[in-house]
T-cell receptor, first 113, second 115 residues
Framework: NAGVTQTPKFQVLKTGQSMTLQCAQD?????MYWYRQDPGMGLRLIYY???????DKGEVPNGYNVSRLNKREFSLRLESAAPSQTSVYFC????????????FGPGTRLLVL | LAKTTQPISMDSYEGQEVNITCSHN???????ITWYQQFPSQGPRFIIQ???TKVTNEVASLFIPADRKSSTLSLPRVSLSDTAVYYC????????????????FGDGTTLTVKP
């Protein structure tokens, strides 16, 4: 039982490049989330998925797209990376959207030059 | 969503009890209060959750007054390993509403435990 896994752990991009951050959970959770955390700041919700087949915008969705590939996997795509997207990205999951325990992955550190 | 306010930082010494207070004046009837802990370079980890009065587990206690406009996370006898950022999270239980689940992490409280 690995919990929530994220790949890659670290990535450097040039402005304008694209990439996809992968997230998978093995806890049979229905809901999944993507957050970003800028240095010294709290987490901000980018997108979430209530259940397989649904996605919705969070607080800071601009510049990102997501795909809920199946119940286990929720990917985050940056189509044209910008320096403002330099951050640590955390994926999380929970049994449902109700305020219950969210389980977080180890994070992906992204640097956009 | 209820906006939360916490102290930016707190210092303590090993063996002391630490109380971190979170203000959430606009808490709604269906909102629960959840606290997370985040160590450097790691994702947040759930500590405790409550709706009213007092909740206790093996890690911490959570005190919520009757008006629910604030809550206090209590960490008994802290050690150096409790140095972390602590987030107070207030969110709605509704499942199907479009805003459901959009819980907001604030900036958290950075707790530094000194020897």
């Amino acid at each position: 039982n690995a919990g929530v896994t994220q790949t890659p752990k670290f990535q450097v991009l040039k402005t304008g490049q694209s990439m996809t951050l992968q997230c998978a959970q093995d806890m049979n959770h229905n809901s999944m989330y993507w957050y970003r955390q800028d240095p010294g700041m709290g987490l901000r919700l980018i997108y979430y998925s209530a259940s397989e087949g649904t996605t919705d915008k969070g607080e800071v969705p601009n510049g990102y797209n997501v795909s809920r590939l199946n119940k286990r996997e929720f990917s985050l795509r940056l189509e044209s990376a910008a320096p403002s997207q330099t951050s640590v990205y955390f994926c999380a999951s929970s049994f449902s959207l109700r305020v219950e325990t969210q389980y977080f992955g180890p994070g992906t550190r992204l640097l956009v030059l | 969503l209820a906006k939360t306010t916490q102290p930016i930082s707190m210092d303590s010494y090993e063996g002391q009890e630490v109380n971190i207070t979170c203000s959430h004046n606009n808490i709604a009837t269906n909102d629960y209060i959840t606290w997370y802990q985040q160590f450097p370079s790691q994702g947040p980890r759930f500590i405790i959750q409550g709706y009213k009065t007092k909740v206790t587990n093996e890690v911490a206690s959570l005190f919520i007054p009757a008006d629910r406009k604030s809550s206090t996370l209590s960490l008994p006898r802290v050690s150096l390993s409790d140095t972390a950022v602590y987030y107070c999270l207030v969110g709605d239980l509704a499942v199907l509403h479009t805003n459901a689940g959009k819980s907001t992490f604030g900036d958290g409280t950075t707790l530094t435990v000194k020897p």
